[in-house]
């Protein structure tokens, strides 16, 4: 009997050490993935309008198809290869950010291109109006798992940047792990939420048994399309500011400090003249800054991906048709 007490005493410190490595795991993962907010808020903005257009029980099948590919990206692609790098280069970390941040900056100041300039854009609406809709669904869930995959890049590596230095490799692994699930069930659940507001608006407006929740619902429905078009816009700025940010950021790690320093020094200055309000002020400078920043380096590359990333591409695809032809 004393033999089995002690092995319960010991199962028991072994559950408690391992309760304790889990707490202190999720508290990692929640800590690290808070600094990715910026990305997390700009892919919950994006993805709803990849399902804009279907039929309504369409919408909730193409939420999950997206949400599996971001798992996809996260787990099986990206955690391996975050690994690697914080155990082989770890100083590739900051460039490869950037570059993610320049896709960012690119992607954000095509959408205000085109948002400025519609006439740019009206090829690929017609293009898009003559596929059938089960081809446009994998026309557009494709395009969403691919931007998700820039997303969920810049997400994982910021993670793994913020996690302190000397952490186990297992460690790491279920760090990431947990934030990547973590974050996939937030974006994708308001996602789904966003989406359906609209059927709920409906069914609150046509079958509520009060007059204040069929106007709950009438203002519901009302209001859904221009919140689809504010998420737009926050989505825009959100790539646009995160990729700038992310961009001088890293040339102030790898010694180009002036950019990062001017910005710096404007927003202290800004804050100074209401010390009340002094760090809301420098941060709403600091985010202002960096998005103008973000996309300048966007619109300056748009033509660098028209003439030379874009035909550059061609040719590869054309030479892979012609080798599986």
């Keep these: ?15 408690k050490v391992a309760a304790a490595s889990v707490d202190d795991v999720v508290g990692q993962a929640v800590k690290a993935s808070s600094k990715a907010a910026g990305a997390l808020i700009d892919d919950a903005a994006v993805t709803p309008k990849y399902v804009h257009g279907f039929s309504a029980d369409r919408e909730i099948p193409i939420v999950w198809k997206i949400a599996r590919g971001s798992l996809f990206n996260k787990l099986v692609i990206l955690l391996p290869l975050a690994l690697l790098l914080s155990t082989f280069a770890p100083w590739a970390i900051t460039p490869l950010l950037m570059l993610g941040g320049a896709y960012l900056c690119f992607e954000g100041a095509e959408k205000v291109w085109h948002a400025l300039n519609p006439n740019d854009h009206h090829a690929e609406e017609v293009y898009a109006a003559k596929l059938k809709d089960a081809h446009l669904e994998e026309k557009k869930v494709a ?38 699930l973590m974050i996939t069930v937030i974006v994708y659940g308001a996602v789904a939420l966003i989406v359906k507001a609209d059927d709920l608006g409906l069914h609150m407006a046509s079958a509520g048994r009060l007059s204040i929740t069929r106007k709950l619902g009438v203002f519901i429905v009302r209001a859904m399309p221009k919140l689809m078009w504010l998420l737009v816009v926050v989505g825009t700025a959100a790539m646009i500011w995160v990729g700038g940010s992310i961009i001088l950021h890293g ?22 003249a209401a010390p009340s309000m002094s760090g809301a002020i420098e941060w709403i400078v600091t985010a202002v800054l960096d998005g103008l920043a973000g996309l300048l380096i966007g619109l300056l590359l748009i033509p660098v991906a028209k003439f030379a990333i874009d035909p550059a591409l ?5 030479r892979e048709a012609a080798k599986a032809g």
């Design 314 to 318: 061609a040719i590869f695809r054309k």
């Design 143 to 180: 395009a969403a798992i691919k931007t998700d995959f820039i997303l969920s890049a810049e997400i994982m590596t910021i993670t793994l940047a913020a996690l302190p230095e000397g952490l186990s490799i297992w460690f790491l692994a279920a760090a990431l792990a947990v934030a990547g």
């Design 251 to 272: 040339l102030h790690e790898l010694g180009l400090h002036e950019p990062y320093d001017i910005i710096h020094d404007l927003a202290v200055s800004a804050a100074s």
């Design 1 to 15: 009997m004393s033999g089995l007490l002690a092995l319960l005493d010991d199962v028991a410190a072994i559950a």
